[in-house]
């Protein structure tokens, strides 16, 4: 029988929680350290009811503890750093999305993985949720060009809104959570995307003066399909419209529809984010009288995975990945890719012009 893998988790807020977790109850892993500045690691092995070594350096814990994995839940402006840290230590890493917070930095990582012979996981968690498959499968079947209209608005206050400020001291949230809808959005069309524009809006002084708390971006793929984006964060944003996930084609549209998850005060849970409840498949078909030919239909997706279980998922793959030496270069391709699409889109926001995709 192999034995767990040894494995650091660096930042314990609510990613980190959620790996560690998978970690504590998957036999493949055993955690050797939980590293965080604050007090969150103790709250975390608390919680974990566990007795965990805690460390407040990353560095020390690196060369106490020996890891053959890390886990990186930090902010984006360590990941660069933290991920070359690791590889050259020799562990593999999970690492939370973005990949890191320039591209420079995200090829780097890549290299390094490459040269070092170790496994990169990015978190991209709706590559692992069943809802997410089929609502991408469903879409590959509906002709092309695509529409895809997505976003993620989040009515943060108490703690979400000092989590958002802290991120929005490096990244913006259309880059920060755009890369996972940018990257769904590539998987349904399959194409190259090619250009695209973007605005956003500073709403509060709270954030740094070149950074924005709203912003919408628009894609234009190679193919002729295209796709928006929103994301705004902080106490003045709008719960009316924050679940839209919806595409259509020629032959037909198909949405996420969870009343329950979109539903009032729920927009900063990140426990809601994931969840989809049911996708309803419209068809497109009509006879002489222009008058539709096929019912609605109805997929319901109740007993989807919780955002716990999800990051199982997510660990057993990185588990996969190391056991099977499996070929992660398409993966890492993927995340630098959607990470580009969504800088471009930060550039436009701040040019007020198009960029086109290099």
Not at 18 to 47: P, T
Not at 86 to 115: M, N, W, Y
Not at 219 to 246: C, H, L, N, Q, R
């Amino acid at each position: 029988m192999t034995s767990p893998l040894k494995i650091l988790v660096v930042g314990c807020g609510n990613m980190g929680a959620s790996h560690a977790l998978a970690y504590h109850q998957m036999a493949g892993f055993q955690i050797c350290g939980l590293v965080a500045r604050g007090d969150s690691k103790e709250i975390l092995n608390q919680k974990l009811g566990a007795d965990y070594p805690l460390f407040s350096d990353y560095k020390e814990a690196l060369a106490q503890t020996q890891p053959d994995a890390v886990c990186i839940s930090t902010y984006p402006d360590t990941h660069e750093e933290y991920a070359l840290m690791a590889l050259h230590a020799g562990c593999h890493v999970f690492i939370e999305k973005p990949l890191a917070d320039t591209i420079a930095g995200s090829e780097r990582i890549a290299q390094a993985a490459q040269k070092l012979h170790k496994k990169v996981v990015v978190g991209y968690i709706l590559r692992h949720h069943p809802s997410w498959i089929k609502f991408t499968e469903i879409a590959q079947g509906l002709g092309k060009p695509l529409v895809m209209r997505m976003n993620l608005n989040q009515q943060s206050h108490g703690r979400m809104w000092d989590v958002h400020r802290n991120l929005m001291k490096s990244l913006s949230p259309i880059v920060d959570c755009g890369v996972h809808y940018i990257d769904v959005m590539c998987q349904m069309t399959q194409s190259k995307p090619k250009k695209v524009s973007a605005i956003g809006v500073r709403l509060t002084d709270d954030i740094p003066q070149d950074n924005y708390n709203y912003g919408q971006l628009q894609i234009t793929f190679e193919d002729g399909s295209v796709g928006w984006y929103e994301a705004g964060w902080g106490p003045m944003v709008s719960e009316t419209a924050f679940f839209v996930k919806d595409v259509f084609g020629p032959k037909g549209s198909a949405s996420i529809v969870a009343k329950e998850a979109g539903g009032s005060g729920k927009s900063d849970s990140v426990d809601d984010h994931t969840k989809t409840e049911s996708i309803k498949i419209h068809h497109a078909d009509i006879n002489g009288q222009n008058e539709f030919t096929k019912p609605d239909e109805w997929v319901e997706t109740a007993d989807e995975p919780d955002h716990n279980a999800l990051c199982q998922r997510e660990q057993a793959y990185f588990l996969e990945a190391i056991h099977r030496d499996l070929d992660l270069s398409q993966h890492l391709e993927d995340a630098i890719n959607s990470l580009k699409v969504a800088f471009a889109c930060d550039e436009s926001v701040k040019t007020g012009e198009m960029v086109e995709i290099q």
